[in-house]
């Protein structure tokens, strides 16, 4: 395991000095700095940012352009490394290590400087001839600890959301991806301002020293269990944090449907990257007889994807290390094997496999698989594919296959996930404009595109006020009166928007409308669209 630190040196007389407390801004308090080896780099850090190096858009973009040279540089290098670790097939790191990451860059540098922009708001009466709006601030040093499963893509579209909201930032590889993480402590500091940005590598003692520092921001990816450790050390300086998780995703089939289809959509989603995906289909619920039609179906799409013997084909990975290996191995033992079920420790290779007359108490069923195992769970009806997701921890993502569209929907619309996917599986991810995150157990917070540059920023509540015109502000002065009340509730007051005529007059035009039917129109647009259309329950 590699171990240390990739940071600018500071200057000796600077290295040895003991910050005189934080000033709320500093990383820890009194003799931090002999204690902590992360210490004098957080404070660097911050000063850097303090300087306001990292507000000005053109830092920004030259930064963000920064990385995508990165990727296009150590493109080999990036693809060799996960084929090392993973034994990622190449087609697969291009796809979701190199090309994603390229999509998020684009998108954020094609809208920065729109989304940098204050955010003019409505004004009551009582400030209408003033300015007032939102200003996204950077929060300031963020630290950002990506998991192995992913190793380029999930540290690197945080760190675009961060870069992009003006912050400077830690980024901590996992260390169990070895040839990736040495990959980007050696080579990524070269692109990036070595003042405002840091990798520091090592394992669960030098994460847990690490996280001893106040940080403004913390974003985390990876399991549950470590996800609340890392909460805990942000708690301890009030810091907010995002947690990208993960969960069992379940994915419900229906009766109606092309089974072939949708026995390669599944197939893909579970076993691309060795089901080594926190948002792959975790386990498939159906009834008895569509399972009958889909094992045959899920059969050939594995020979399709990976001949005979996935074992000899260049585009099935292995699983990451002999711990994991081990522990995937272990929930082979659930239900019966239908399809694959073979195992090589040597090589970390486990088939694509499919289980049946699993139970939900069985093992496999009571944690994340992230391996290449599909257990099948037996449901009458839709509804009881609900009742059976709603009972569980919510999940990172919920899918559902039907040629039926209102069973789609249903399954939208009866279940709670972070993200949710019809009649495929993984796909929504692909997209910048939608937020990625979990709810619950599987995750707080959310990035992707726009969502990664909120995610970073602080949302500033400004106003800002003349100087002149003092005696309209004399109603709110003591000594306070009745009649002075009456005029301040007619400056501050803020009607529903039903009672708000001017609102609607404004609506008609606008919608070509009668007054009725523009308010109508406004109120539907005010509603939460959960509520709209919404079917009986069951």
């Not at 993960?246 to 419900?252: L, Q, R, V």
Request: charged share 25%.
């Amino acid at each position: 395991m590699e171990t240390g630190t990739v940071f600018p040196q500071l200057p000796e007389s600077e290295a040895k000095r003991a910050p005189e407390g934080d000033g709320g801004n500093g990383s820890v308090d009194g003799d931090a700095l002999s204690r902590n080896p992360y210490a004098g780099l957080v404070s660097h850090l911050r000063a850097s940012w303090l300087s306001g190096k990292t507000r000005p858009m053109e830092y920004r973009v030259a930064q963000l352009e920064a990385l995508g040279r990165f990727l296009d540089d150590k493109k080999q290098q990036i693809m060799d490394a996960t084929a090392s670790d993973l034994g990622k097939a190449p087609f697969e790191t291009e796809l979701s290590e190199i090309l994603m990451c390229k999509n998020e860059l684009h998108e954020t540098l094609s809208n920065l400087s729109r989304w940098m922009k204050d955010e003019k708001v409505d004004r009551i009466l009582a400030v209408q001839l003033d300015s007032a709006f939102i200003r996204k601030d950077p929060y300031g040093v963020v630290l950002i600890i990506a998991p192995w499963n992913y190793p380029i893509h999930l540290f690197l579209v945080p760190l675009i959301g961060a870069i992009a909201a003006g912050n400077c930032a830690i980024i901590k590889p996992s260390e169990v991806s070895k040839k990736t993480e040495r990959l980007v402590a050696e080579a990524l500091p070269s692109y990036l301002d070595k003042d405002c940005f840091a990798v520091v590598t090592g394992g669960v003692q030098e994460t847990t020293r690490l996280l001893e520092n106040k940080f403004d921001y913390i974003f985390f990816t990876g399991s549950p269990p470590v996800g609340r450790i890392v909460m805990t050390a942000a708690a301890k300086h009030l810091t907010p944090v995002t947690l990208e998780l993960g969960g069992k995703n379940p994915c419900y089939v229906s009766d109606t449907c092309d089974v072939t289809n949708v026995a390669r959509r599944v197939a893909w989603g579970r076993f691309f990257n060795a089901g080594q995906t926190c948002i792959a289909p975790d386990y498939l619920l159906c009834t008895l007889e569509m399972q009958e039609k889909l094992l045959p179906a899920l059969q050939k799409a594995i020979n399709d994807f990976y001949g005979p013997n996935p074992r000899e084909s260049p585009d099935f990975g292995r699983i990451v290390s002999d711990k994991q290996f081990q522990r995937v191995q272990r929930l082979l033992g659930s239900g019966r094997v239908a399809i694959g079920g073979q195992t090589d420790e040597a090589e970390r290779y486990i088939a694509p496999t499919v289980l049946v007359d699993v139970q939900p108490s069985d093992p496999v069923m009571q944690e994340e698989i992230f391996g290449p195992i599909l257990p099948i769970i037996i449901i009458t009806s839709v509804d009881e594919a609900i009742d059976f997701i709603n009972s569980r921890e919510r999940p990172l993502a919920v899918y559902a296959f039907s040629s039926d569209d209102k069973v789609v929907n249903r399954v939208l619309e009866w279940t709670s996930s972070g993200g949710f996917c019809g009649n495929d599986t993984m796909m929504h991810v692909t997209l910048p404009s939608l937020p990625f995150g979990g709810i619950g157990n599987s995750g707080l917070g959310t990035h992707h595109g726009k969502f990664s540059f909120d995610t970073f920023s602080h949302p500033r509540g400004c106003l800002k006020r003349g100087m002149g015109q003092e005696p309209l502000n004399a109603p709110r002065y003591p000594p306070y009166s009745q009649r002075k009340f009456g005029i301040i509730q007619a400056a501050l007051k803020m009607a529903r928007l039903r009672d708000r005529p001017a609102a609607v007059a404004r609506a008609a035009p606008e919608t070509g409308r009668r007054a009725p039917e523009a308010r109508e129109a406004l109120e539907e647009r005010e509603r939460p669209r959960r509520h709209r259309n919404r079917a009986p329950p069951p």
